[in-house]
């Protein structure tokens, strides 16, 4: 059973910070690539940040310069290091592990940035 159980999320002021941390069981972790993807209330949702199993990783251009997404094979976790928040990056933050045709996505965790 595939499971994605993301942590960390919270509520801060502009300009905090907050590290996600999504861990993965039931796949193998190293093959798959992580994004993290956000939904605010009314809008889509969008990809974040993405980073692939060589890695490489690539940024939604609003979050250049203030997001770093990051992976430890050992522990089978993909992070989101957000610094400099806004508060229109207040939205539900998912992670996803994908390989090939296959998709998985974890149960969200609440971000929340007050001006």
């Known amino acids: 059973q595939v499971q994605l159980v993301e942590s960390g999320g919270g509520s801060v002021q502009a300009g905090g910070s907050l590290r996600l941390s999504c861990a993965a069981s039931g796949i193998i972790f190293s093959i798959y690539g992580m994004d993290w993807y956000r939904q605010a209330p009314g809008k889509q949702r969008e990809l974040v940040a993405s980073i692939t199993s060589r890695p490489y990783t690539n940024y939604l251009d609003s979050v250049k310069g203030r997001f770093t997404i990051s992976r430890d094979n050992a522990k089978n976790t993909v992070y989101l290091q957000m610094n400099s928040l806004k508060p229109e990056d207040t939205a539900v933050y998912y992670c996803?592990?994908?390989?090939?045709?296959?998709?998985?996505w974890g149960q969200g965790t609440q971000v929340t940035v007050s001006s």
């Open positions: 996803n592990a994908f390989w090939n045709s296959r998709s998985y």
